[in-house]
């Protein structure tokens, strides 16, 4: 462990909360950054070279290729992505303007020569600012990493919720493509019976046209989802930092949501997790700090010195010793810097309050999207999809009879792959929306408890 304020013992003692701050967020970030499997050196990265699925390990690729689900997806990525590094390193970077803020000014060293009298003097001087001054850069640094850590959480839970969108995407459009598949086989059953009423005299060529049209509909109408599928694929890959079209496997169906709960306890958790709020609030409190350290230019600063003097005109050594104080004088300057720190603690308070605005609207449509689409979900699979496909059964059997036109069939048909089509979509709706809520309450944050207050 590096010290925090080196050479400056004293400071130590006084520096207190702000020196175990310091070694508990270096601490936390040295064991986030195991948890996500980048302690170890990766290889250098090219420019001019695509990622790849060589850059994974034999197991997890084919863990990949295996069946999939949406929690280990979403973990997956948020342990894959350069993003969250990227977010993590600029939390450590952060961190590490506290130890160089409160280190004292490096010492000036200066030799001089006399001709006159033959005198060399070797000189050391000193500057040592006031205790308070370095505490209070300390502790705006560590106010300024915090919120870089809450970042660094609020970006995790934004690529849970794409990891879990585009998983969803996936899910929906490659079981589209299933269905589309299904009713393509299922026209050209019906093209055979049109075919054989025709031949038989009971339908017209029409009938026989029409089956083939939507069938060729239906076709065409697949080449747009198998589109989809390909799209979801790509942008999960690039989730997890492989090729664009790196395969992976069959998707697990998705899960029921859990119900979210009163508003207002989402609202209270929100305030409690969401790691927006937190970095905000953070930012607020370097600036309130700010302040305090403005405030301190009034103080002035010590200076000392010593010197060593050889008079070789005399043959005799000498010791000098000198100190000084920094004079405050400069009045304008000074009460100019307290009005500009005055002035960022209401821009960062105004911040505050609109990241809270925010947050409570995420969560309030994130819940509206919940609900709709759950509601939506349920009509289609308890009342619309079971009588589009009574309706199909039905009219099958009173077309073969004679007792209804073929365009009814057709009709019936596509009445049923359309609800079968909106029944996936709305299960993507729905995973898609309550990604979006754990995300708008602070759910579940890093690795490892990363993200928790």
Same mark, same amino acid.
């Given at each position: 462990?590096?010290?925090?304020?080196?050479?400056?013992?004293?400071?130590?003692?006084?520096?207190?909360?702000?020196?175990?701050?310091?070694?508990?967020?270096?601490?936390?970030?040295?064991?986030?950054?195991?948890?996500?499997?980048?302690?170890?050196?990766?290889?250098?990265?090219?420019?001019?070279?695509?990622?790849?699925?060589?850059?994974?390990?034999?197991?997890?690729?084919?863990?990949?290729?295996?069946?999939?689900?949406?929690?280990?997806?979403?973990?997956?990525?948020?342990?894959?992505?350069?993003?969250?590094?990227?977010?993590?390193?600029?939390?450590?970077?952060?961190?590490?303007?506290?130890?160089?803020?409160?280190?004292?000014?490096?010492?000036?060293?200066?030799?001089?020569?006399?001709?006159?009298?033959?005198?060399?003097?070797?000189?050391?001087?000193?500057?040592?600012?006031?205790?308070?001054?370095?505490?209070?850069?300390?502790?705006?640094?560590?106010?300024?990493?915090?919120?870089?850590?809450?970042?660094?959480?609020?970006?995790?839970?934004?690529?849970?919720?794409?990891?879990?969108?585009?998983?969803?995407?996936?899910?929906?459009?490659?079981?589209?493509?299933?269905?589309?598949?299904?009713?393509?086989?299922?026209?050209?059953?019906?093209?055979?019976?049109?075919?054989?009423?025709?031949?038989?005299?009971?339908?017209?060529?029409?009938?026989?046209?029409?089956?083939?049209?939507?069938?060729?509909?239906?076709?065409?109408?697949?080449?747009?989802?198998?589109?989809?599928?390909?799209?979801?694929?790509?942008?999960?890959?690039?989730?997890?930092?492989?090729?664009?079209?790196?395969?992976?496997?069959?998707?697990?169906?998705?899960?029921?949501?859990?119900?979210?709960?009163?508003?207002?306890?989402?609202?209270?958790?929100?305030?409690?997790?969401?790691?927006?709020?937190?970095?905000?609030?953070?930012?607020?409190?370097?600036?309130?700090?700010?302040?305090?350290?403005?405030?301190?230019?009034?103080?002035?600063?010590?200076?000392?010195?010593?010197?060593?003097?050889?008079?070789?005109?005399?043959?005799?050594?000498?010791?000098?010793?000198?100190?000084?104080?920094?004079?405050?004088?400069?009045?304008? =300057?000074? @009460? *100019?810097?307290?009005?500009? !720190? &005055? +002035?960022?603690? $209401? %821009? /960062?308070?105004? #911040?505050?309050?609109?990241?809270?605005?925010?947050?409570?609207?995420?969560?309030?449509?994130?819940?509206?999207?919940?609900?709709?689409?759950?509601?939506?979900?349920?009509?289609?699979?308890?009342?619309?999809?079971?009588?589009?496909?009574?309706?199909?059964?039905?009219?099958?059997?009173?077309?073969?009879?004679?007792?209804?036109?073929?365009?009814?069939?057709?009709?019936?048909?596509?009445?049923?792959?359309?609800?079968?089509?909106?029944?996936? =979509?709305? @299960? *993507?709706?729905?995973?898609? !929306? &309550? +990604?979006?809520? $754990? %995300? /708008?309450?602070? #759910?579940?944050?890093?690795?490892?408890?990363?993200?928790?207050?």
């Amino acid at each position: 462990m590096r010290p925090f304020m080196p050479f400056v013992p004293v400071l130590v003692l006084l520096a207190g909360c702000a020196g175990a701050d310091y070694s508990a967020q270096e601490r936390e970030a040295a064991e986030l950054r195991e948890a996500l499997g980048w302690g170890a050196p990766r290889e250098a990265l090219d420019p001019a070279t695509l990622p790849g699925a060589a850059a994974l390990d034999p197991p997890l690729e084919e863990e990949l290729q295996g069946e999939l689900t949406l929690e280990r997806v979403s973990d997956l990525v948020v342990r894959r992505n350069p993003d969250v590094v990227a977010a993590l390193e600029r939390w450590v970077a952060f961190l590490e303007r506290a130890p160089q803020r409160t280190a004292l000014p490096n010492p000036t060293v200066r030799y001089g020569y006399s001709s006159m009298f033959k005198m060399h003097t070797a000189e050391v001087m000193q500057e040592v600012p006031f205790p308070g001054k370095l505490l209070a850069e300390g502790r705006v640094a560590l106010a300024e990493a915090r919120g870089m850590r809450w970042e660094l959480a609020e970006r995790a839970n934004l690529l849970r919720e794409q990891a879990a969108s585009s998983l969803a995407m996936l899910f929906a459009a490659r079981r589209q493509v299933e269905l589309l598949d299904e009713n393509v086989e299922l026209l050209a059953r019906f093209i055979e019976i049109a075919q054989t009423k025709y031949a038989a005299g009971t339908a017209t060529q029409s009938d026989v046209l029409r089956a083939q049209v939507e069938r060729d509909g239906l076709r065409a109408e697949r080449v747009g989802y198998a589109r989809d599928a390909e799209i979801a694929q790509s942008a999960l890959n690039v989730l997890l930092d492989r090729a664009p079209d790196a395969p992976i496997g069959p998707v697990r169906t998705l899960p029921e949501p859990t119900p979210p709960g009163p508003l207002t306890t989402l609202f209270a958790q929100a305030f409690q997790r969401r790691p927006e709020l937190e970095a905000s609030r953070a930012r607020w409190e370097a600036e309130r700090e700010m302040v305090l350290r403005s405030e301190l230019e009034w103080v002035p600063d010590a200076v000392f010195g010593g010197a060593y003097v050889r008079d070789f005109g005399m043959d005799v050594d000498e010791v000098e010793l000198t100190a000084g104080i920094s004079l405050p004088i400069w009045i304008g =300057r000074i @009460r *100019a810097g307290i009005r500009e !720190a &005055e +002035a960022n603690v $209401r %821009r /960062a308070e105004a #911040e505050t309050r609109s990241a809270r605005n925010r947050v409570l609207d995420e969560v309030r449509v994130a819940v509206s999207r919940l609900a709709a689409a759950t509601e939506q979900h349920r009509i289609v699979r308890d009342d619309a999809l079971p009588r589009a496909e009574q309706n199909v059964q039905v009219t099958e059997v009173a077309y073969t009879a004679g007792q209804v036109d073929f365009l009814d069939l057709i009709d019936a048909q596509r009445m049923r792959l359309m609800q079968q089509l909106e029944l996936e =979509r709305t @299960r *993507a709706e729905r995973s898609t !929306a &309550e +990604a979006e809520l $754990r %995300r /708008a309450v602070g #759910e579940p944050g890093l690795p490892g408890g990363g993200g928790e207050r």
